[in-house]
């Protein structure tokens, strides 16, 4: 079980709240809120790892795009090694935001 999973359950035992499946089969409320009321208990460090496992669970691969920015990557690098175009420093483009 992972981390978060096993620590969401742990937390749910400790509280007296059933488990998430025990929670869908027996109540008639909304599940998301459940996880984001139980998910809010989580310490910051756990906090990141769930929201990072979420977001990276709706980037799905397209090997179309991957393949379109590989073309573009490499577009981009024989331009400026032909001289076609320059490099501009980091911090000249932060400029550009402030």
Not at 23 to 34: F, G, L, S
Not at 57 to 84: H, M, T
Request: net charge negative; proline share 5%; hydrophobic share 40%.
């Amino acid at each position: 079980m992972p981390r978060v999973a096993l620590n969401l359950a742990i937390d749910a035992r400790e509280n007296g709240l059933p488990l998430l499946n025990e929670y869908i089969e027996t109540k008639n409320m909304t599940v998301p809120n459940e996880i984001l009321r139980r998910a809010l208990t989580l310490k910051p460090d756990q906090k990141a790892e769930l929201v990072d496992k979420l977001l990276s669970s709706l980037d799905e691969p397209d090997s179309e795009i991957d393949e379109l920015w590989a073309r573009e990557v490499e577009s981009r690098i024989d331009a400026y090694e032909q001289g076609k175009i320059k490099a501009v420093s980091f911090w000249r483009v932060l400029e550009k935001y402030k």
